[in-house]
């Protein structure tokens, strides 16, 4: 069993900064890709971040500059800062990790969500 618990989430005015934590554990043999999807009411779900296990990145358009994601592999954990926080930035915020358990077959497993509200 694999489970990710993220943290960090909340209320913050424009400009302000948020740090989200997301921490795998359980059964892990090899953790690959980590990252993070965020999802606003009536919008698609928009990938934002992704850092792979030999920490190459890539970010969408819409939070370079602003984001910066990086992970602990001692600590299973992938982190997304968030810096000049803007009002669109408002969703429920989901880390992946794409985790090698048993055999060779990798799955992708999902954090809870955690909300971040952007206020004007």
């Known amino acids: 069993q694999v489970q990710l618990v993220e943290s960090g989430g909340g209320l913050v005015q424009a400009g302000g900064s948020l740090r989200l934590s997301c921490a795998a554990s359980?059964?892990?043999?090899?953790?690959?890709?980590m990252g993070w999807y965020r999802q606003a009411p009536g919008k698609q779900r928009e990938l934002v971040a992704t850092?792979?296990?030999?920490?190459?990145?890539n970010y969408a358009d819409s939070v370079k500059g602003r984001f910066t994601i990086s992970r602990d592999n001692a600590k299973n954990t992938v982190y997304l800062q968030m810096n000049s926080l803007k009002p669109e930035d408002t969703a429920v915020y989901y880390c992946?990790?794409?985790?090698?358990?048993?055999?060779?077959?990798?799955?992708?497993?999902w954090g809870q969500g955690t909300q971040v509200t952007v206020s004007s």
């Open positions: 850092i792979t296990g030999g920490g190459r990145i």
């Open positions: 992946y990790a794409n985790v090698r358990w048993t055999g060779q077959e990798i799955n992708t497993y």
């Open positions: 359980g059964s892990i043999f090899s953790i690959y890709g």
